[in-house]
């Protein structure tokens, strides 16, 4: 499972949404919660404020309450109504008055407070009900003197935490759906997110059973760079086989004249040893060739750029002393900042094979040209000599015509240029040159 891409992504989606809404979950309860409390405080105080506005101190410092029917709250006139109040002095257990909703119910024990401090707590009564307890230090100046009390008031936890219940219930449980909705969406669209992945996988088992050449279909940006790349090498591939295929082919014909020179030499014992130094050195360079031939590297983006003026230039050199008999002028028109990615063998295969040709057939004059566009690579070899007949075109490209391509003539070495731009997946054209001659143009793309 840890295998799967989908099971990681769709883990990793659920641990997170299920981390993310918890801890929402939680900071909203505790927010609610913390509100909640602090609403029931406020509310207790402005209840303390109106009780000690009810409250009257006489001359001699007693203490008296409004009737009943007259309390702030009505609450405080109902038994067991959960609001209560009481009375008391500072540092004295006795109480001087208490509401009459605790008249049936003892009061809770009342603690030391200073002139005007509030106090806050949490008690549990008898009854096991949950109590929020306000205590307000207060006092009375008259004419005899200054009198301090103390004024609590009690309030059942019991609604605030049937509010926090009944919140939470519906915040967990719209927290869930939401889980749930959202955890559908995320499966679904990694679902559909991830069915380019999928059909890639479904064309790669149709390639290996055959069924299919290649990846077909259109896909996304991020994946048709990974199918264009398997596709490349697949077309390589194919390449590769097919040139393995055809070197052998040629070796084996190749091979076929030496072979039959040996063996009519054992009719003529006096010049044998001349006849197989002679023809083992034959084939010793035909398997040579043969070798450089099927070996022609694949276009590759990893491969090192090439100057493609550099080995123009090392090649020229030689082919003009070769042929310094013809006078022929040679102008090497390629752009000196011209770099393609291939291998540098393949590439003098290519230029050594056209301008020997060039060379061979051309009246006076060659033109060597070379430039990009975009990411196109043109190269163009040029000559005034009598050209190619439009319908000889295609037969000097096929191969099998010359499987010994060490004939001189025209056109040698053409197929295997022919295998060596097909292998880069360039093309190779013969048009009629400016010159008046031939013109060889090669496209590479990269």
Request: proline share 5%.
């Amino acid at each position: 499972m840890l295998n799967s891409l989908y099971f990681r992504l769709n883990f990793t989606a659920i641990l997170v949404l299920v981390i993310f809404l918890t801890v929402t979950g939680t900071v909203l309860d505790n927010a609610f919660v913390t509100s909640t409390r602090l609403a029931l405080r406020e509310r207790m105080l402005g209840q303390m404020y109106q009780l000690l506005g009810a409250s009257m101190v006489d001359e001699s410092g007693r203490l008296t309450m409004p009737l009943p029917s007259s309390l702030p709250y009505p609450q405080l006139a109902l038994p067991d109504s959960g609001l209560y109040a009481f009375i008391g002095t500072n540092g004295n257990g006795t109480l001087l008055w208490r509401s009459p909703s605790l008249l049936n119910r003892p009061a809770p024990p009342p603690f030391a407070l200073h002139v005007g401090e509030k106090h806050w707590t949490d008690i549990h009564l008898a009854d096991g009900k949950e109590y929020c307890l306000l205590g307000f230090g207060f006092q009375r100046t008259v004419k005899s003197g200054i009198y301090p009390f103390n004024f609590y008031l009690l309030g059942e936890l019991a609604p605030l935490h049937q509010q926090v219940a009944s919140y939470r219930q519906r915040l967990w449980g719209g927290l869930a759906v939401a889980a749930v909705i959202m955890l559908a969406t995320q499966i679904w669209v990694l679902h559909w997110g991830l069915g380019p992945l999928r059909r890639v996988r479904r064309e790669l088992n149709a390639i290996e059973a055959g069924e299919h050449p290649q990846i077909n279909g259109r896909y996304p940006k991020e994946v048709k760079q990974l199918t264009d790349n398997i596709n490349a090498l697949l077309i390589q591939e194919r390449a590769r086989q097919t040139r393995y295929r055809n070197a052998l082919s040629d070796l084996a014909h190749s091979l076929k004249t030496p072979l039959a020179v040996l063996l009519g030499a054992t009719d003529q014992p006096e010049s044998l040893p001349e006849t197989v130094t002679e023809q083992s050195t034959r084939m010793l360079h035909i398997v040579e060739r043969q070798l450089q031939r099927a070996g022609a590297a694949n276009y590759s983006t990893t491969a090192p750029p090439v100057a493609i003026y550099g080995v123009a230039e090392r090649i020229i050199i030689p082919l003009g002393k070769v042929y310094r008999n013809k006078n022929i002028s040679l102008s090497n028109r390629i752009d000196p900042d011209l770099l393609f990615r291939c291998d540098e063998a393949d590439l003098i295969e290519i230029l050594g094979n056209l301008l020997d040709n060039a060379y061979k057939w051309s009246r006076s004059h060659i033109e060597i040209l070379g430039h990009r566009q975009n990411r196109q690579v043109t190269l163009s070899i040029h000559d005034n000599g009598p050209g190619i007949s439009a319908r000889h075109i295609e037969h000097i490209l096929q191969r099998g015509g010359r499987a010994d391509e060490s004939t001189p003539g025209h056109g040698i070495g053409l197929s295997v240029v022919a295998d060596i731009v097909d292998a880069y997946q360039g093309r190779l054209r013969i048009e009629s040159s400016f010159l008046g001659g031939a013109a060889v143009i090669i496209e590479f793309w990269g």
